[in-house]
């Protein structure tokens, strides 16, 4: 019979709080299991508020509805969810009436319906550059001249074009007479007429006399003597082909843009001119004076029933122009006959083709840069060889007070622009690639080697008997930039507004030096960018142009919307669907953002050959890009959080079982000085429920930092029934006692030569122990390989928006604090699982020491050891990883399965190295006897 143990003597024993605190490993292993725990809870809550905030800054943008005409679909992609660049105007989408824009304004809830229209216009007529002839006697009677263009637009993208022009000129440069009185019935003498069929006559240099004589001055007696000659003629010089004028309600627009609407005050300030004729006619006592504004001029009498525009502030295409005189041999009889009937009114030019040619020589080589542009009142002037003409007045370029042609738009004929519609690409396209494309365009044509993506047609509703062109005085107020057009701090949660689109950046073209270049402006004006003759218009414009519906689509933005909330989303939905009960269609874009998106041009069909076709990227609205980044950001958060959540649990049960060892060596003791095997089970199972309150505690605490309670109690839950579960197990195991017989049957009796055997065979003994490190490493790689499939597949859900992207990479940093803080933490529960398995070998190491053995020969015998846990371990952990990812993330799985793999390599390597630094140390196994007690 055992001897009973004094009652002062267990007295003595340290109470379970005591105990467990002495067990500095079991300690360590708990605590860094709070930290996870913790830590992926008060993370998980750090990301999901910056990413609420974010979407209630950014999900919004200037508008929460497109409405365009019933039956109409503005989106592309394949799965509808793109809007592109000029999609609010093309004409393809049909116009809506005025009335049911009156209808929409009026509905309950709207704060502003903003209604969008669009033309396009030929810019023919347009006298972008002008030859200056001095009439200062140095040929005697009329010349004949040929005047040749040659215009090469080279945008390093396409090939070089060419345009070549020729007019011929008949000039007489006899000495200025000046200007005098006409009589009755008495014409102007003509001074040049070309071939093109225009007349000039004599003027001055100085501007101001010719405003004077113009205005009035014919009609005196009394003229100032002559001054300088001048003969100003229109050169062939071709502008942008096409301009396009976006027509919108300057007021609402302006509303609309919030802070960034100033843009529009130009407009606002003089919609009051449209349509109007000048009230005052011109002084020539009181000139345009420099800064003088559109109603300056008007009350001036210089601008009369303007079309007022805010033009793109944009480089127009590249080009070289070079303007070359060739002297024509014809008789000089045939030449004034020529410009006696000019005179009297007739417009016969005699045929100059067959006539002899002199010495070319150049007038003019250079860029000209923004005097291609029809909507700019820049123009070039080209001197006649040898003459410099003097500085003229800065209001010279009005067209009241050009010699010859209107630099600037005059004529309008309004024609409507269809777009061609993007396609999805090539499903089986490499769509991993980010360059490759996700939209393919095919262009409606081809122009001097330029792709054309548009086309015109008259405007629908026009009376043919009232067709255009129209005559107009367009005059530019103002420049905008797509910059402009929002409010700062709000590109993110963006939808295009009509006319805010960027040049398309080109992303994989023939010569490898543009990648990464603008896209130059098409010199068509039909090209994919349009911004060479680009503007924005007053919609008034219409009714003098005889556009009847010119509205495309209406921007609504609805009221009472704070923050991306489901009250917010239902008004918006609400205010939709009462939209589409007028028969209209109403495509919800709250909550879209701009994302680039690289779209492959392709020839016309029919065009033979089978070049690449160039790929640009093109700014695209994002239909649902916050919902796509609350989701993907979101999920991967929830993912992160149980995944850590789970591998805490998993390594806290391994680490309990990694006690069992140990703890039947401190049973063994205790049932040698007559404890009970019932005794003996209370002492551990005391000891395992601070362990479980402390965890209790954490779980507290972990719920607390918590924005989602609901899943986190589920995950402490489980993590609390684990720990029960293996305090159970440990304490169960704990109190059996082996017999001695039985020990010697476990370890054999086999002799043990080297390091390596006596690895082998700890690993076998310590059966538990090498199980748990097996199962810990294969823990850490599937965990590493989850993180890093739950991050590219969360990253993929967010999209590829700008405001996508902005969420799921703001939330990486809390999401890798908390992937770095769970593996980190897995590491050092590594190593403390084996210290666990080794306190009972304390006198077997000491019993090798003194046989002789060395410490090399122990950390010999502990790598391999560790090793035998090791690479089961890490193969089982790739295996699973890689399971894992091709069933639940395929796309990630190379990724998945390399970091997992590494993860586990690294965390056994750190076995091996603590292995190696820890055995045969002197004093190593006097500290784990001090552990253990």
């Known amino acids: 019979m055992r001897a009973r143990v004094p009652r002062r003597d267990r007295a003595r024993a340290p109470r379970a709080l005591t105990r467990f605190l002495r067990r500095r490993l079991r300690l360590t292993s708990l605590a860094l299991i709070g930290i996870v725990l913790v830590a992926a809870s008060g993370l998980q809550s750090a990301s999901a508020d910056a990413l609420r905030e974010t979407l209630d800054a950014n999900w919004r943008g200037d508008y929460d509805i497109l409405v365009t005409a019933g039956g109409s679909s503005p989106l592309s992609g394949a799965s509808g969810g793109l809007l592109g660049p000029g999609a609010l105007t093309d004409a393809s989408l049909g116009h809506i009436a005025s009335a049911d824009v ?16 669009a033309f396009a216009t030929p810019t023919t007529d347009v006298a972008k ?145 449209i349509g109007r004729l000048g009230d005052n006619f011109f002084d020539p006592a009181d000139p345009p004076s420099p800064g003088d504004d559109l109603n300056t001029l008007f009350e001036k009498g210089v601008a009369t029933q303007p079309t007022p525009i805010l033009t793109r502030a944009v480089d ?3 080009a070289h122009l070079s303007v070359a005189l060739t002297p ?14 000019a005179t009297a009114g007739d417009d016969v030019f005699p045929d100059l083709d067959a006539a002899g040619t002199g010495p070319t020589t150049t007038l003019y ?23 410099t003409p003097p500085p003229s007045a800065p209001y010279a370029q009005y067209p009241m007070f050009r010699l010859a042609g209107s630099p600037i738009l005059s004529a309008v004929d309004p024609q409507a622009t269809t777009l061609a519609h993007a396609v999805s690409a090539d499903a089986a396209a490499d769509q991993s ?50 910059a402009q057009l929002h409010e700062e701090g709000s590109a993110l949660g963006q939808v295009g507004l009509g006319y805010d689109e960027s040049a398309p950046i080109i992303a994989d073209g023939a010569d490898a030096a543009a990648d990464g270049t603008a896209l130059p402006a098409s010199f068509s004006g039909l090209g994919l960018n349009t911004s060479g003759a680009f503007a924005i218009a007053d919609l008034q414009n219409a009714q003098y142009l005889h556009m009847t519906d010119p509205v495309s689509s209406v921007r609504v933005r609805v009221a009472g919307i704070d923050g991306y909330t489901a009250d917010a989303q239902a008004k918006i939905l609400d205010v939709a669907s009462r939209i589409r009960d007028l028969g209209l269609t109403a495509t919800i874009v709250a909550g879209s953002s701009f994302e680039t998106v690289p779209v492959a041009l392709e020839p016309p069909m029919g065009t033979p050959g089978d070049a690449q076709p160039l790929v640009v990227n093109q700014d695209y609205s994002r239909l649902g890009a916050a919902a796509m980044a609350s989701e993907g950001v979101s999920g991967t958060n929830l993912a992160l959080l149980v995944m850590s959540m789970l591998a805490a649990t998993a390594l806290l049960l391994f680490t309990q079982l990694s006690s069992i060892a140990s703890r039947r060596a401190d049973a063994a003791v205790l049932h040698q000085v007559g404890w009970t095997r019932r005794r003996i089970r209370a002492w551990f199972l005391s000891e395992e429920a601070v362990a479980t309150l402390l965890l209790v505690a954490i779980g507290a605490l972990t719920l607390l930092t918590s924005a989602m309670i609901e899943t986190v109690s589920y995950l402490v839950g489980i993590a609390v029934a684990a720990s029960l579960v293996g305090s159970a197990v440990l304490v169960a195991r704990s109190a059996l006692v082996r017999t001695a ?140 990883a ?15 399965v390399v970091v997992g793999t590494i993860a586990a390599t690294a965390a056994g390597l750190i076995l091996v190295s603590d292995g190696a630094r820890s055995s045969g140390r002197p004093g190593s196994a006097r500290r784990r006897v001090r552990r253990a007690r």
């Open 102 to 117: 009156a209808r929409v304004q009026g509905l309950e809830g709207v704060e502003v319906a903003a209604p969008i229209g």
């Open 129 to 273: 550059a002008t030859l200056l002839v001095p009439l200062d006697g140095s040929a005697t009677g009329p010349r004949a001249y040929r005047v040749s263009t040659t215009l090469v637009i080279d945008d390093g993208v396409t090939p070089a074009r060419t345009i070549d022009a020729s007019v011929d000129i008949v000039i007489d440069q006899t000495a200025w007479e000046g200007y005098r009185q006409l009589q009755d019935g008495e014409n102007r003498p003509v001074r040049a007429v070309t071939s093109a069929g225009e007349v000039a006559y004599g003027a001055e240099t100085d501007v101001d006399r010719n405003v004077a004589w113009t205005f009035g001055g014919w009609e005196s007696a009394e003229q100032p003597p002559a001054g300088e000659g001048v003969v100003a003629l229109t050169l062939p010089v071709e502008a942008v082909r096409t301009a396009h004028v976006v027509l919108v309600d300057p007021v609402a627009e302006k509303k609309l843009l919030g802070d960034a609407g100033a843009v529009m005050d130009p407009l606002i300030d003089t919609s009051a001119l």
């Open 316 to 318: 127009t295409p590249a």
């Open 328 to 341: 024509l041999d014809a008789p000089n009889d045939e030449l004034a006959a020529t410009l006696a009937r």
């Open 365 to 387: 080589s250079g860029e000209p840069g923004d005097a291609l542009s029809p909507l700019t009142f820049d123009s070039i002037d080209v001197p006649w060889p040898g003459w």
């Open 433 to 482: 690639d980010a360059s490759a494309p996700l939209l393919r365009l095919r262009a409606t044509g081809e122009s001097d080697g330029e792709l054309l993506f548009s086309s015109l047609a008259p405007f629908p509703g026009t009376d043919a008997g009232t067709a255009g062109p129209y005559e107009t005085n367009t005059w530019p107020v103002g420049t905008f930039t797509p």
């Open 741 to 880: 017989s039985a020990r010697r049957a476990r370890i054999g009796s086999g002799a043990v030569t080297t390091p390596t055997l006596l690895g082998l065979r700890n690993a076998r003994t310590s059966g538990a122990t090498t199980l748990a490190l097996a199962a810990a490493l294969a823990l850490v790689a599937l965990a590493a390989s989850t993180a890093v499939a739950v991050l590219i597949a969360g990253r993929a859900a967010a999209g590829e928006s700008r405001l996508g992207s902005f969420a799921a990479s703001q939330a990486l940093v809390p999401q890798g604090t908390l992937i770095a803080v769970t593996l980190g933490a897995a590491c050092i529960l590594l190593v403390v699982i084996r210290r666990l398995g080794l306190e009972r070998r304390t006198s077997a190491e000491q019993a090798l020491r003194a046989m002789g053995w060395q410490r090399t020969h122990l950390r010999r015998a502990a790598a391999a050891e560790i090793f035998t846990a090791a690479v089961p371990g890490v193969m089982a952990g790739a295996a699973l």
């Open 882 to 896: 890689t399971a894992g990812a091709l069933a639940f993330a395929p796309s990630a799985t190379v990724a998945a």
